[in-house]
């Protein structure tokens, strides 16, 4: 039984009229006419009665009228279905915080002005720690420090980072290292750094936000590696003696990257998106 033609009767059912069904559906009279009588050869009985205002059921076309609604209602929800079925309708980003101060939040508004249908949830840590949570399948893009080591994932986006040793700009800074928490990549980065090119004995001091190690640096606890675009998102440009490193020795962009398997239905948008 075709669901069209049962569609059709439904509305003629509903209007108690061809004319009107005709007008609901957008269709021609004689087209509603023509699907009625398929729909009553298929089945082999008279569905309507013609009458001066319109038509009234048969006792056929009352048995087949309920069934008629069900089966109209479920193809309709199949249809609503299958339409939704490439929809994203639910995003869980993983950030480091370095990305999350400097660029998340016009990011998130943007995708909320461009899928409002779409809800957002935004878990911040170190490049190592969202790294783990998106290859468990706990978030469906991340934000990383650095290039990703894993053939798990791809790269969606990318923002170039202009990497820098921070030092007090008024007082000489110790053999100390100030650092967010273990896991941080430019945590590991920066400590290799001082003991390739500075060779330097350091302590390591780690701290839970770039803020308090930006303050720190500047009253002279000890220096650090950052990118520049947290030092002038926290405003701290002019307060710090800061030298540029060349890309040939610090090439950490900010990374956004997903599961190969896992791929956002707003694949697309991701990877066009401007930063």
């Known amino acids: 039984m075709d669901s069209n033609l049962l569609k059709v009767f439904v509305e003629v059912v509903k209007e108690k009229s061809i004319t009107k069904a005709a007008i609901n559906l957008n269709f021609a009279q004689s087209n509603i006419t023509s699907r009625i009588k398929q729909l009553e050869k298929s089945i082999g009985t008279v569905l309507f009665h013609r009458v001066p205002k319109g038509v009234v059921l048969t006792k056929e076309g009352e048995k087949l009228y309920p ?32 990305n999350a101060s400097v660029r998340i939040i016009p990011f998130l508004s943007q995708l909320h002005k461009d899928f409002p249908n779409i809800s957002l949830e935004l878990i911040t840590d170190t490049t190592k720690e969202i790294t783990k949570k998106l290859l468990e399948y706990k978030i469906d893009i991340a934000f990383i420090s650095g ?27 110790p053999n100390v290292f100030l650092s967010f928490k273990n896991g941080c990549a430019y945590n590991e980065f920066g400590q ?30 000890g220096k650090s590696i950052l990118p520049l675009s947290i030092i002038k998102k926290l405003n701290y440009e002019k307060d710090l003696h800061i030298t540029k490193l060349s890309k040939d020795v610090a090439n950490l962009p900010t990374c956004m990257i997903c599961r190969v398997d896992n791929l956002p239905k707003i694949k697309e948008y991701l990877e066009d998106y401007q930063f």
Request: glycine letters at 4%; a negative charge.
């Open 192 to 221: 290799n750094y001082f003991k390739q090119f500075l060779n330097e004995n350091y302590k390591v001091l780690e701290f839970g936000n770039y803020e308090t190690i930006l303050g720190c640096i500047k009253i002279g606890m």
């Open 147 to 173: 290039e990703p080591q894993n053939d798990d994932f791809i790269v969606l986006n990318k923002i170039d980072e202009i990497i820098t040793l921070v030092e007090s700009k008024d007082n000489l800074s």
């Open 67 to 98: 069934y008629a609604i069900e089966i109209v209602k479920k193809i309709e929800l199949a249809n609503n279905e299958m339409k939704n079925i490439n929809q994203q309708t639910h995003l869980i980003i993983g950030s480091t915080e370095s």
